[in-house]
């Protein structure tokens, strides 16, 4: 059964870089509980928000923006600022989609240049290894869909 959804972008920085994986996304679950959206549950006896999360990043890498598909039961119309009272500033949403996101390429920012990677298939950890960088180097600064080459600057979200 579809139901309708949206993508949100989170920050990932400062004191979030150094969060955990599962801690990140549990921070953006209790958020979206506080902001009282309608959301869908997972059924048995230790109900969750369904999400699809972006794939992990390594410790001490930061984004100006992470994608989160959350399926809510109703269509919805929400801006990013709505949603920006129930979150920390480290993790504070910056742009809202109401649709699902295509297979996407990451963009990072080090010292070396821009990189481009489709994360599921390419680890960053292996790329800035190959190059010499600490995952404090990076930063991911924008998404380019793969299908059309559209790409979504997250420098300019948070400017």
């Known amino acids: 059964m579809a139901h309708a959804g949206l993508t949100i972008f989170f920050r990932k920085v400062d004191a979030s870089a150094w969060l955990s994986y599962k801690d990140y996304v549990r921070h953006i679950s209790y958020g979206l509980i506080r902001a009282n959206l ?3 549950y997972t059924e ?6 369904l999400l699809q999360t972006p794939s992990a990043l390594p410790l001490g890498v930061s984004s100006l923006g992470e994608p989160f598909f959350i399926p809510t ?11 920006q009272p129930f979150f920390s500033s480290h993790e504070m949403p910056v742009l809202v989609l109401s649709y699902k996101l295509e ?15 489709q994360l599921e298939k390419q680890g960053l950890k292996k790329v800035l290894d190959e190059q010499q960088l600490k995952p404090w180097e990076a930063t ?3 998404i380019e869909i793969i299908s059309s080459g559209q790409t979504i600057n997250l420098k300019a979200l948070t400017d």
């Open 44 to 49: 048995g006896f230790q109900e969750r928000i």
């Open 103 to 117: 297979p996407y390429l990451s963009v990072f920012q080090t010292p070396k240049g821009v990189l481009k990677l």
């Open 140 to 142: 991911k600064v924008g």
């Open 73 to 83: 039961k109703e269509p919805l119309k929400i801006r990013a600022e709505e949603l």
């Open 38 to 40: 309608p959301l869908l």
